[in-house]
């Protein structure tokens, strides 16, 4: 009652929400048809002194509701929605302190706010809230203007951005490769109109002690961790029960590297006596890959260039541990091209991407943390043997993330000078440690090393260089076709002449317009530039577009003489297979439909803890189990019916037992085998892996009814059952699920062209193929808005100083406009999106509205007295607020 008293005290803003509303007085006949549910205070308070509410939830509910009618049928303008924001100002101060005192999280209404959406048009634009568009099958998104502009009834798709097509980069890159891209065409009469503003209310949890409900992302519930259900802290106090999340950082499994990294950076906080929480770094995904040379410099090359490129890719994150909570802060992705790879990527890193939350406590020492994780790095690239290292220096563009989904809403994307200078103070820093030898912008280090062909660039999977050499070599292909061309036509008009007089008038126009057009191409030719002579219009398109982009790139020597060390590189640490680290994107999607957030503090606890139990679970094959006793893998186990997660091998549950009643579950292919406790651990799962998927595959190519081997049986069994059971549509039936886990395995490593006898292989093939492309998608927009964007701002840059103009063509033709950095204001829930005046160098990324009493960690920017160490107010000012990439 005191809450909903001060709520009435509010004059004059309490006013229009004392009473019902009614129509036909204020002359607003459609209140009803689009306020389903009215409330205001005076049914509140009736429902208040009747007795009607059952417990505090469902007063909270009230009252939000009354607001948000409000903000649903009044303009944003208007002078009632300005009086609810105040009301919901004051409630949200009100009421958390009495919901506490009752045993609840908070009063809050926490929802999750639509995120800005990419456009799929050739316009690089962005969706942002509440605003219309287009979509099909929920993939394929046109913003209003880019599907109004599509001609035709039709839209065309391609599945492979790596192919040219009509929204994939605009010009003259418009034609279709048949052969080799897989597209579709779409009436227009399919997508469906939408509106992005969806909003997401965040999920509750009851007490199986006192059956209170809390938000779940308050009180950190995992049902996967805790599988036994929910008891909140006051009864778990009360009974004296302890609660411990087994899915932490520690846990996982560490490497040299993560070692390294961490040593470095918890050495650097101790010896500050920051009072920081113990750091924790990890290498989450290790594994090899390859870059394909793209279609372009392979045609042109020929022999001199290899088809593709092969590195290690790894994905590290770091992790401090605040108020006893893990809390993910920084990621990166890197490549790592090792010795065996050929020139010119031989012993060279890339940072491919690197992404930060401002969550880091002290926040005096986040940028010094950064700085020394990435100093920790090149360090430990330089002791294995690498020579260089490369950095593209470039932030995200209008509603991007790299890695950690939805950022604060006032962590600040920096301007690009802002974020070379940033990178360029760990750099200095480096060098005074003598971890670095020097770095220089890419086009000294291209003059100084005497590069003078396109293959002698390092060439890495999704950097900057490898695309702007196709739309190079693109665009040289048609000035000769172009050239061709006009030579045929000139040949032809030659001839018509021969008819001409020479002495007429129409011969001495001629003549005068050839060699007009003779000395025009003579001085175009004759242009001087400031690059070395390299013989080839390829390479002199790319010294162009290197001295207009050079501050962009970083080329960073690790040794003083590089090209002299002939021993191999050999990493200590083992490859490490991780499905949802294995890149940016796998992440991010699971993140995105499952609502990670790192929004804020409270979220970022939530989603890290999330993101710990998916990494602890994701390795781990759900048809083969382990023993509780033996810890031997099996395939068959008895498990209990009682007890949480206890399962007996064979030979345990006949030789051990248990109190509990257990059920026989599995394939029962390792029934009669006794061959397992001779083995360890790792040699006994993967020869029961080996085992699983050669009986699944003999079983559904066996056409022998009485086939002798004993596993062949039992596996037709186990999958006749499958066909026929109707559980396992919902999960329920632990046969059925151990089989498709064991499906799901074998698909991810089936080669079989044709078709496919186990079953579900060929849907989960095309799933598997379909999760790929679209992660090719989204990485190929991502890379697109990035270019452009560069593209955009280095333009109005070079116009003010003509000075640092150069000769030659931009590489990269984009005849469409992309959101600049600088200069959009993409329209948020509140309204158009202010630029901050305090950091006339950033502004705010494209994140949602933060949800009405959602807080997030920061404050003011200035650093506490006392700061020791290299950290300075320039420091702070430089990453408080700063996402990096």
Request: glycine letters at 6%; one cysteine or more; a positive charge.
């Amino acid at each position: 009652m005191p809450t909903l008293e001060k709520l009435y005290r509010q004059n004059p803003e309490s006013l229009p929400f004392q009473q019902p509303v009614d129509p036909k007085t204020l002359q607003i006949p459609d209140y009803f048809d689009i306020v389903r549910q009215p409330m205001d205070l005076s049914t509140i308070k009736h429902k208040l002194d009747t007795g009607v509410y059952q417990n505090p939830w469902q007063y909270v509910d009230d009252v939000w509701l009354m607001l948000e009618n409000a903000w649903l049928y009044n303009r944003k303008t208007s002078r009632v929605y300005k009086y609810c924001s105040k009301l919901a100002e004051v409630f949200e101060t009100e009421i958390d302190p009495v919901m506490q005192m009752l045993g609840y999280c908070c009063g809050h209404k926490f929802v999750f706010h639509p995120q800005v959406l990419c456009c799929y048009g050739k316009q690089l634009c962005i969706i942002p809230c509440d605003a219309v568009y287009w979509s099909y099958q929920n993939r394929y998104h046109f913003c209003e203007k880019c599907f109004n502009e599509i001609e035709g009834d039709s839209v065309t798709l391609g599945d492979d951005p790596t192919q040219s097509q009509t929204f994939w980069w605009t010009g003259n890159d418009t034609r279709f490769n048949h052969s080799k891209q897989l597209e579709s065409t779409i009436k227009k009469e399919n997508f469906v109109k939408l509106k992005n503003d969806t909003l997401d209310i965040e999920l509750f949890v009851d007490c199986l002690e006192c059956g209170r409900k809390l938000h779940v992302i308050c009180v950190l519930h995992n049902e996967v961790i805790w599988p036994e259900g929910f008891i909140c802290d006051g009864c778990r106090k009360s009974k004296g029960i302890k609660k411990e999340n087994k899915c932490n950082a520690k846990k996982l499994p560490s490497s040299k590297l993560g070692i390294h990294l961490e040593s470095r950076v918890n050495k650097f906080l101790k010896c500050r006596n920051t009072g920081a929480g113990e750091v924790t770094i990890r290498v989450l995904a290790s594994s090899e890959k390859t870059v394909e040379v793209k279609s372009g410099m392979r045609n042109r090359f020929g022999d001199d260039l290899p088809e593709t490129f092969p590195y290690r890719a790894k994905a590290l994150f770091a992790f401090e541990e605040i108020d006893g909570t893990d809390v993910c802060f920084f990621g990166m992705h890197v490549q790592e091209y090792g010795s065996e790879c050929l020139r010119p990527n031989q012993r060279r890193v890339y940072i491919s991407y690197l992404d930060s939350v401002h969550f880091f406590q002290p926040r005096a020492y986040r940028t010094a943390v950064y700085h020394e994780i990435l100093i920790g790095y090149l360090d430990y690239c330089k002791l294995l043997g690498y020579e260089w290292a490369h950095i593209w220096a470039w932030p995200p563009s209008e509603g991007d993330d790299y890695i950690f989904h939805c950022h604060p809403p006032e962590q600040k994307i920096p301007k690009p000078k802002r974020l070379q200078d940033w990178y360029r103070k760990m750099l200095d820093k480096s060098v005074t440690d003598k971890v670095v030898v020097d770095f220089k912008d890419i086009l000294k280090s291209a003059m100084d090393d005497g590069i003078t062909c396109a293959t002698e660039l390092p060439y890495f999977e999704g950097d900057f260089w490898p695309n702007v050499l196709e739309e190079s070599i693109k665009e040289l292909d048609q000035e000769e076709e172009e050239r061709q061309k006009a030579a045929e036509k000139a040949a032809a008009a030659s001839a018509g002449e021969e008819s001409v007089p020479i002495g007429s008038k129409k011969s001495q126009k001629k003549c005068k317009k050839n060699n007009k057009s003779k000395s025009s191409s003579n001085r175009k030719n004759n242009k001087k530039t400031n690059f070395p002579q390299q013989g080839n219009d390829l390479s002199q398109k790319i010294f162009s577009t290197m001295e207009k982009h050079k501050e962009v790139f970083f080329v960073i020597r690790l040794v003083p003489n590089p090209g002299q060390n002939q021993e191999p590189i050999q990493d200590p640490d083992p490859l490490v297979s991780c499905d949802l680290m294995d890149g940016r994107d796998a992440f991010l999607t699971l993140a995105r439909e499952k609502h990670y957030e790192f929004s804020s503090l409270r979220r970022a606890k939530y989603s890290t803890m999330c993101m710990l139990c998916e990494l602890h679970n994701q390795g781990q094959d759900r048809f083969v189990y382990t023993c509780n006793e033996c810890k031997h893998h099996v395939e068959t186990r008895y498990h209990c019916t009682v007890c949480d997660d206890y399962d007996l091998c064979s030979n345990c549950y006949r030789k051990i037992g248990h109190n509990h009643k257990l059920e026989k579950w599995g394939l029962e292919l390792d029934v009669d085998s006794n061959s397992g406790a001779s083995r360890n651990p790792q040699e006994a799962r993967r020869l029961s892996i080996q085992r699983c998927l050669q009986s699944l595959v003999h079983a559904c190519q066996c056409k022998d009814a009485n086939c002798r081997l004993p596993s062949c049986q039992k596996m037709k069994r186990v999958v006749q059952h499958t066909k026929v059971c109707k559980r396992k549509t919902n999960g329920e039936c632990p046969i059925c699920k151990q089989l498709i886990a064991l499906c799901c395995y074998h698909a991810k490593h089936c080669h079989q062209e044709q078709k496919c006898l186990v079953p579900f292989c060929l849907n989960i093939k095309h799933k598997l193929k379909q999760q790929q492309l679209q992660h090719r998608l989204q990485q190929a927009q991502l890379l697109r808005r990035r270019m452009a964007t560069m593209q955009q701002v280095t333009a109005p840059n070079q116009a003010m100083n003509p000075q640092a103009s150069t000769t030659g063509a931009n590489p990269i033709q984009h005849g469409a406009r992309s959101q600049q950095a600088t200069g959009v204001a993409a329209q948020q829930p509140g309204g158009k999106r202010q630029l901050d005046s305090a950091e006339d160098d950033c502004i705010q990324p494209p994140s949602k509205k933060k949800s009405k009493g959602e807080t997030s960690s920061g404050g003011d920017k200035q650093v506490p007295e006392g700061a020791e160490g290299e950290v300075t107010k320039e420091d702070v000012g430089d990453e408080s607020q700063l996402q990096d990439f």
